[in-house]
């Protein structure tokens, strides 16, 4: 056990139910991918101001013409089809350096985003030790920045200028609030019917090796992925946070939440919070 008079929950989502955070942001998933350009890379750091945004820097390890490319942006479990996702930012590459090329290296990860746009910073509600900074809206270099700034002048009882405008316990305003009521009655709609997702043919002798999603048994519904060695990975694919019906992630092999953005390996165990407990294993027979 760790006592301590004052805590700073910094972990992306405060873990647990702390402050309600996972209620009051939306998780968004970016991807990324390393490539080597066919001509020198833009050395400087870039985002596009134009729809949807492509943000670019250098990539030093593909050396002078390595450069990574992030977007292609979309709440987290909101779809399965993630390939779509990678392939395009490979097709905005090739388009925009008239090139043929394939990513030597590609992932993904989510930031969450507050109604307003601006991160939760300060005091929890209803506590005056427990310190919090997140919704950084991937903004999180300088955001960050910010936030260690607040708290480390609110811990030492200092004013700070930011401190008001990233009150950690704000509702914001009428526009906030409003965004806030619509994005908890979606969440609410994935809660009571899950995200659309079609449930593969035939039971878990029918998956092929990489293919991985919800599977009908005999019993009910449950969450199956074959590896490349012909493993078969099973889970019960409801999230332990707060129980969301979770989506198959195709190109991560990752099971995900549409709820508040957990995210699990095809073991059920944790990758991303806010859930803090390993998904159960299925219950029912192929
Ligand atoms: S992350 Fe909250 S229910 Fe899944």
């Not at 056990?1 to 996972?22: D, E, K, R």
Request: with cysteine.
């Amino acid at each position: 056990m760790i006592t301590a008079y004052q805590a700073v929950l910094a972990t992306l989502l405060p873990i647990g139910i702390t402050g309600a955070y996972f209620a009051r942001t939306r998780p968004n998933q970016s991807h990324g991918i390393a490539v080597r350009l066919p001509v020198e890379a833009p050395t400087g750091m870039a985002i596009s101001v134009d729809s949807p945004t492509h943000s670019t820097r250098p990539w030093p390890g593909g050396g002078p013409n390595g450069l990574i490319v992030v977007g292609s942006d979309h709440e987290v479990g909101s779809t399965n089809e993630t390939e779509a996702a990678y392939q395009s930012l490979v097709d905005w590459v090739n388009s925009t350096w008239n090139a043929a090329i394939e990513p030597e290296y590609r992932w993904s990860a989510h930031d969450y985003s507050t109604p307003d746009l601006l991160p939760y910073v300060g005091r929890s509600p209803g506590s005056r030790s427990i310190f919090v900074a997140t919704g950084m809206h991937k903004w999180g270099l300088s955001n960050g920045t910010v936030a260690a700034g607040i708290i480390n002048d609110l811990i030492a009882g200092r004013d700070h200028p930011a401190a008001n405008l990233y009150d950690a316990t704000r509702f914001g305003d009428t526009r906030a609030v409003a965004k806030l009521i619509t994005d908890n009655l979606k969440v609410g709609k994935n809660f009571t019917l899950g995200h659309a997702q079609r449930i593969l043919r035939g039971g878990l002798d029918h998956l092929e090796a990489g293919q991985g999603g919800l599977l009908k048994t005999g019993n009910g519904t449950i969450g199956g992925y074959r590896d490349q060695d012909a493993n078969l990975h099973t889970i019960k694919p409801i999230c332990t946070h707060l129980g969301c019906p979770l989506t198959w992630n195709t190109a991560d092999t990752t099971w995900d939440c549409s709820c508040h953005g957990s995210r699990f390996d095809p073991d059920g165990e944790i990758l991303d919070g806010p859930a803090t407990t390993p998904l159960e294993a299925p219950t029912t027979d192929a």
